[in-house]
Every structure is written in structure tokens, then in C-alpha cells.
């Protein structure tokens, strides 16, 4: 059993979200899946960036820090797109954990990387949030830091393929994803 701190995306804590922290809990793990914006989530990407500029980055990073506060140090740190790079922003506050699952975009510095670090990116292919250049120099600077990272690409399937709700949604690249994730979280 996996502890799992699964952060959403720039939509906000949206019912795909509890879904999928359902799913994982199902699967016998913990799973704690935070609003980090304190208001309901909202239906356009266009509306979450706005929700995401009236909030601040640095009050969703804070709710996020203080949502671990009482979580074990190796708890998973997993998110959705916005959530990857939060999730990303938190391991080096978190160097315990036991890894790092980023689902529709990258996240985490190679300072924060300890050798051995279990990483799994789940994306899109092509991604028009995460350029192909990007997420290349992103991956081999996390592997020379030591990251025992697995980058999973979903060709055709639209940024945020595992929600059902979104025209994004590809059921073939989810249930891929999905048997992926518990895997990963079943541990090496």
C-alpha cells in the first residue's frame, strides 16, 4: 500500500479527480486529493487559468505544502497537469518520498532528485502544453540526477486524456495509464 498525495489540475478538484483517487483506493492505497483552490472547480481551461491568476501560485504551493503536513515523508507525490508541476514543486520539500507520478506534464528539478527516485510521466504525444524539446531536456536532466524515471507517451490522445469529462478524453490511453499507475505504485 501506497500513501498518495494527488494533486488536480488548473480545472480545480473536479469529480475525475475523486474518481481517480477512488480508483487508487480501490486498489488498496491511501489517497488524499486536496482543493487547492478552496472554490469550486470550474468547465474551461481558459477559466482555470483565471481561477489559478486570482488565487496565486504561491497560495495553491502553500495549500499543497500544508496538505503533506500530515502525511507520512514517503508519500507518492502524483498530480494532473498543473498538479505534475506542483507535485514537481513539493519533492524538495518532501525528500523521503517514495516518487513522483505526473500525469498530462512534468515536474521536479533535478536539485531535488535523490538517485534512485522512482518517476513515472504519463503524456500526451504530441502535448501542446509540454513541447517534445522540453519534456527531452526535462527527462535527461532528472535521469543524470539519478531518477529512475519512465516516460509513458499516448500518441493521439488529446493533454488531459484521463478525464472523462473533457473532449481530451481517450479511454484507450486511460485504462493504458491507469494499469501503468498501479503498477508503479505496487512498487519496484
Not at 62 to 80: E, I, K, Q, S, Y
Not at 100 to 110: A, E
Not at 141 to 151: F, I, K
Amino acid at each position: 500500500m501506497a500513501h498518495v498525495a494527488l494533486f488536480h489540475s488548473v480545472y480545480g478538484l473536479r469529480p475525475a479527480v475523486l474518481a481517480a483517487a477512488d480508483r487508487l483506493r480501490a486498489a488498496g492505497h491511501e489517497v488524499h486529493a486536496p482543493d487547492l483552490y478552496g472554490m469550486p472547480a470550474v468547465d474551461s481551461v481558459e477559466e482555470g487559468f483565471a481561477l489559478l491568476d486570482r488565487i496565486g501560485q504561491q497560495t495553491v504551493l502553500d495549500r499543497a505544502r500544508a496538505a503533506l503536513d500530515w502525511l507520512p515523508p514517503d508519500t507518492v507525490l502524483a498530480g494532473f497537469s498543473m498538479g505534475a508541476g506542483v507535485a514537481g514543486a513539493l519533492l524538495a520539500h518532501r525528500p523521503d518520498t517514495a516518487g513522483l507520478l505526473l500525469l498530462h506534464g512534468t515536474g521536479g528539478s533535478p536539485e531535488a532528485v535523490r538517485p534512485g527516485l522512482r518517476v513515472q510521466l504519463h503524456l500526451a504525444d504530441p502535448d501542446a502544453y509540454d513541447p517534445p524539446e522540453e519534456v527531452a531536456q526535462w527527462q535527461r536532466e532528472l535521469t543524470a540526477a539519478g531518477a529512475d524515471l519512465v516516460v509513458h507517451h499516448y500518441p493521439g490522445a488529446g493533454h488531459l486524456f484521463t478525464d472523462p469529462t473533457v473532449a481530451d478524453h481517450d479511454p484507450v490511453a486511460a485504462d493504458l495509464t491507469w494499469n501503468r499507475v498501479l503498477a508503479f505504485l505496487a512498487g519496484p
